[in-house]
């Protein structure tokens, strides 16, 4: 058996160097397709049926540092993206672990339903790409291509979980505050005073936590003003 061809996912063949070439040239070509591509404000590559890149807009070569295109021509995504499951069994795709990647099953999905969309987070070892992945089926000059556009949900993650936090400590917060309230309602007054000062802590928590997802809002929107001031170490 050829041992290139072993996977445990998607299927490992590969498309020739010239192959690869040529395909490019016939996207290169189609100048309306190229002015579509470059002019959508996403990263945006084409790949041919073995899923290897046979075209890739400027904004996919910014965020892998490539030179240009011939840094990424012939590879798959994970691959471009330095995954760390893209280059065991026979590269991206084709390990155990891609089985759960959303990229992939888009690629494999969008054969058959024409478009598919899915999240996945590649990581390489220094950094995490969370995306969003949009997978279209096309055909250029009668051939078959896939259409991948990449969206980076890394701060909507991020504000996902901050915001999940903040719920969660305001509802327990309250859940306290209405739990004091209640205990109140049933005590005399000289038994009051220190459910009473344990409620006003509980307010003043309350509004701390607000103000806090406050700040970490505009700080995450890049429109928090810093308030600086001067302190004395001792």
């Known amino acids: 058996m050829d041992n290139s ?11 020739s160097q010239d192959e690869i070439q040529r395909q490019y040239k016939v996207i290169a070509e189609n100048k309306d397709l190229i002015s579509i591509l470059n002019g959508i404000p ?14 890739a807009n400027q904004l996919i070569l910014d965020m892998v540092d490539a030179n240009d295109i011939n840094d990424v021509l012939g590879k798959r995504l994970g691959e471009i993206f330095g995954c760390q499951h893209a280059f065991s069994v026979n590269g991206c795709g084709t390990s155990e672990n891609c089985s759960a990647c959303g990229a992939v099953r888009t690629m494999l999905a969008c054969r058959t339903n024409g478009i598919s969309v899915d999240e996945c ?3 390489n070892g220094a950094a995490t790409f969370d995306l969003r992945v949009h997978s279209t089926f096309t055909q250029v000059n009668g051939e078959n291509f896939i259409i991948c556009a990449l969206y980076d949900v890394g701060d909507e993650k991020r504000r996902g979980i901050m915001e999940r936090m903040f719920f969660h400590d305001i509802l327990n917060t309250i859940n306290s505050i209405n739990g004091i309230a209640q205990i109140l309602q049933l005590l005399p007054p000289d038994k009051q005073s220190t459910y009473t000062s344990l ?3 509980l307010i003043v928590s309350l509004a701390d936590e ?18 600086k ?4 170490s001792l």
Request: hydrophobic share 45%; charged share 15%.
């Open 121 to 123: 987070s590649l990581t």
């Open 229 to 232: 001031q001067k302190v004395q």
């Open 42 to 55: 996403s990263m945006l590559s084409v790949l041919d049926m073995n899923r290897q890149v046979v075209f």
């Open 199 to 201: 409620l006003n802590q």
């Open 5 to 15: 061809l072993l996977t445990c996912f998607a299927p490992a063949e590969r498309s």
């Open 210 to 227: 607000i103000n806090a997802h406050r700040v970490l809002t505009l700080a995450e929107k890049q429109e928090y003003v810093l308030n």
